[in-house]
């Protein structure tokens, strides 16, 4: 440690870095260029697996204890699971779903499954990113969708703030807790179902989702295999509240990126989907050889994939999905055959629903009275302290 913040000395004075009297890393924290030498010298901080794994353990502790979650109550079970509107589709089938994610706090989202409800299935969780009704859209049910009919009980949930997560407002000071916590709840959950095979669990989300993907995977092995989507960076923190509003970059003990969060799923199967127009247009030379470099220590370099699309921009597009069919039914065991193939997947046997068959919560089934509302009243009842 002593090697790094000399380090990190030396770099602030020769690339001009800023003091920073405050351990939040937000946004584009470091340049591209400093970025580059930055992971050459974490390289350096290990060897071998054991150097790797003690790293990998302060890194995990600024992560739980930046965010707070060791705070957060401790719950079993208790999902109050709140389940409407089977729809049996072409393939698959649809339902609103809503968990409590701690008393009277409700993860609002779709469960799409397959058809056959005779045998356990792979399980995928389906965060989103930045948009404020995300979950509606037609892309976020191709994708549902399609891993639903390949095989998988899919829980597509709404960031917290958006959609039917209006109990508080995004950009609250604790987001990037209550996101995590929901995410394990819903790991939690899905984990509960008996038609859920345990070891087949999976994770992929675009732009803040995948934040949310990499993120928990990092620190819940429960995940087998993840597919973090256009936001692993090495010099790009995340620009908004829910993914770098808490201190679990940096710490008095250690100093990370994004990247080595997504190292942190080694040995486990890794698919790092990167674009040529924003953040993670280095993957393939500066980011991606970092998490190659980590699995090699597992002699699993084969678990770690990217796909790089250099003509592409930031979205969870067509090319990027199916990137991650094919990911998850390797990795997951599921049927890739399942869906239509002519020269590429063909996703329109899905019929895309508009957002009042969706929702879980309507004027007629309203959300329970004693729900918390706002943003004060979910930190007082977590006893949270916010800086």
């Known amino acids: 440690m002593k090697t790094f913040s000399l380090f990190i000395c030396l770099l602030a004075l020769s690339l001009g870095l800023h003091a920073q009297s405050s351990m939040l890393c937000q946004g584009a924290y470091w340049t591209e260029d400093e970025a580059n030498v930055v992971m050459k010298n974490f390289a350096s901080e290990w060897q071998d697996q054991a150097d790797w794994e003690a790293r990998a353990q302060r890194i995990k502790k600024g992560l739980v204890e930046g965010m707070q979650l060791d705070k957060m109550p401790k719950i079993s079970g208790q999902f109050n699971p709140i389940i409407r509107d089977k729809k049996v589709m072409d393939g698959y089938i649809v339902e609103n779903i809503a968990i409590e994610s701690f008393p009277g706090f409700y993860i609002t989202g779709n469960l799409y499954r397959p058809i056959d409800e005779t045998k356990k299935h792979a399980a995928i969780l389906c965060p989103h990113g930045h948009l404020k009704d995300k979950r509606f859209t037609d892309y976020i049910q191709w994708r549902s969708a399609s891993f639903a009919r390949m ?7 709404d960031m917290v703030g958006y959609g039917e997560s209006n109990q508080v407002n995004h950009k609250m000071p604790i987001a990037l807790l209550l996101q995590t916590w929901n995410s ?3 790991l939690e959950y899905l984990l509960s179902r008996d038609d859920v095979d345990p070891e087949r669990i999976g994770m992929t ?5 995948g934040t949310q993907t990499f993120v928990l995977a990092a ?3 429960r995940i087998k ?3 973090p989507v256009v936001q692993v960076s090495a010099h790009f923190f995340g620009g908004c509240v829910c993914e770098s509003g808490m201190p679990i970059h940096k710490s008095a003990n250690h100093q990370t990126n994004n990247v080595e969060i997504a190292a942190l799923c080694a040995p486990r199967p890794l698919l790092v989907v990167s674009d040529g127009a924003d953040w993670t247009r280095n993957v393939p030379r500066v980011e991606f050889p970092y998490i190659q470099k980590v699995y090699a220590l597992y002699n699993a370099e084969h678990r770690a994939e990217n796909v790089h699309l250099p003509n592409e921009r930031h979205d969870y597009g067509y090319s990027k999905r199916t990137a991650a069919y094919n990911f998850f ?3 997951l065991k599921l049927n890739g055959g399942a869906i239509p193939y002519h020269d590429g997947f063909v996703e329109d046997f899905v019929e895309v629903l508009p957002r009042e068959r969706l929702e879980v919560f309507t004027a007629d089934q309203p959300r329970p009275s004693q729900a918390l509302q706002g943003d004060q009243a979910v930190i007082d009842y977590l006893g949270i302290k916010v800086e």
Do not use: E
């Open 151 to 157: 095989g998988a009980v899919v829980f597509a949930y």
């Open 205 to 209: 989300g675009g732009s803040g989702g």
């Open 225 to 227: 295999a993840a597919a």
């Open 219 to 221: 620190i819940d092995d």
């Open 184 to 186: 394990k709840r819903v």
């Open 329 to 331: 039914a390797h990795n």
